[in-house]
């Protein structure tokens, strides 16, 4: 199962081109590498452009020529694909990781990986515009 598209609002850009933008929302077992959409689901027969805006700590990757919308979430330098979505991790200089040290808090920062493939998505709320024909 693929993104499924909510809403649809049309405005004439140049000649045959339309740019639609609307809301969306991504599946109950998200796909690896991304869950399918459809240009007609967008309201257009061609998609020259995807942005999508997110809401919460989930980032979006759009792959136009693939018709697909690839999940990102911040880890924190974590290793593996998320499944559940979550608040970084403070780590601290104490010597326990329950032992707090307001001085001096760590958040350890690292790039987004990939939401894993089987992940419920279906509370991830996404805005979209698209450019086509």
Do not use: C
Not at 13 to 38: C, E, I, P, Q, W
Not at 44 to 54: F, K, P
């Amino acid at each position: 199962m693929g993104a499924a598209i909510l809403t649809i609002k049309t405005t004439d850009v140049v000649g045959n081109k339309r740019m639609h933008t609307g809301t969306g929302t991504l599946s109950a077992s998200y796909a690896a590498n991304g869950d399918t959409f459809t240009a007609l689901a967008l309201g257009l027969m061609t998609v020259d452009h995807l942005s999508i805006e997110g809401s919460g700590a989930i980032m979006f990757e759009p792959d136009v020529a693939n018709l697909k919308i690839k999940a990102i979430f911040p880890t924190g330098g974590a290793t593996t694909a998320p499944t559940t979505q979550a608040n970084p991790i403070v780590t601290t200089g104490a010597s326990s990781a329950t032992a707090v040290d307001a001085v001096t808090p760590n958040i350890t920062p690292g790039k987004g990986k990939e939401v894993a493939a089987t992940a419920n998505l279906t509370a991830v709320t996404f805005r979209w515009s698209a450019i086509g024909s």
